[in-house]
C-alpha cells in the first residue's frame, strides 16, 4: 500500500492505534439484508477482509466489533476469525466504545473506527482515526479522515487493516509473513 498520498496528520494518528472498531451491515458485509421464505438470514462475508482482521491481531492490535443489529451469524464468523470483543444489538456505539476503551485501558485517540452510516458516528467521531468504506453514507465519508476505494463487505475492511499496518510500519513484515517468503 503507497501511503504517500495520506496527510501526515493521519498517518501520525494511525501509528497510534491500539484498537480497531468495526460496524457489520455495510462495513464487514454489503449492508443487504437477506430473508429466505422461511425468515432465515444469509450475510456474505468477503474472505480477504478476514485475513486483514487477522492480520491487526496478529501485529498485536485488538479489533472489535460493534454492530446495531443482534445475528447469530456474525457471531459465528466472528468466532471464526478469533475477535472476541463482538457487542450485538447495540444502538448506542458510543457507550459501547467506552467500554471497549476502558476495558483494554486505551484512550479515543488510540482507536480507529470504520463505519458506513449514521449510528455509527457517536463512537466513530470520538476515534483519532476514522474511516468509511466507499459506499458509505455521504455525511459519514465527508467527516471520514480517509474513505476506501472499495465498497462495504466487498474488501474495504481489507482496505483498513492494511493501511493501519502500512502506517506502523509493519504490512510488509505481515505480508511475508502470510505467504511464508
Known amino acids: 500500500m503507497n501511503t504517500d498520498n495520506i496527510p501526515d496528520s493521519l498517518l501520525s494518528q494511525a501509528r497510534g492505534v491500539r484498537l480497531a472498531v ?4 455495510g462495513v464487514m458485509t454489503d449492508g443487504r439484508l437477506h ?8 450475510k456474505a462475508f468477503h474472505s480477504r477482509d478476514g485475513l486483514g482482521l487477522k492480520g491487526l ?7 472489535a466489533v460493534i454492530t446495531a443489529r ?37 484512550s479515543a485517540s488510540q482507536a480507529a473506527y470504520t463505519g458506513d452510516d449514521l449510528l455509527d458516528w457517536p463512537a466513530m467521531g470520538q476515534c483519532g482515526a476514522k474511516f468509511a468504506p466507499a ?6 465519508r465527508e467527516r471520514a479522515d480517509w474513505v ?12 483498513v ?3 493501519l499496518l ?15 517468503v
Open 57 to 63: 491481531m496478529s501485529q498485536g492490535i485488538v479489533v
Open 35 to 42: 430473508y429466505s421464505e422461511a425468515g432465515v438470514e444469509s
Open 70 to 106: 443482534q445475528s447469530e451469524l456474525v457471531a459465528r464468523r466472528m468466532t471464526e476469525l478469533g475477535i472476541n470483543d463482538l457487542i450485538q444489538g447495540c444502538r448506542r456505539k458510543d457507550e459501547a466504545l467506552a467500554d471497549l476503551l476502558e476495558r483494554h485501558q486505551l
Open 135 to 140: 459506499d458509505a453514507n455521504g455525511w459519514i
Open 22 to 25: 468495526f460496524d457489520v451491515d
Open 161 to 163: 487493516c492494511e493501511f
Open 166 to 180: 502500512a502506517a506502523q510500519g509493519r504490512l510488509e513484515a505481515w505480508q511475508q509473513q502470510v505467504a511464508c
Open 148 to 159: 476506501t476505494s472499495l465498497p462495504g463487505g466487498q474488501g474495504a475492511v481489507r482496505e
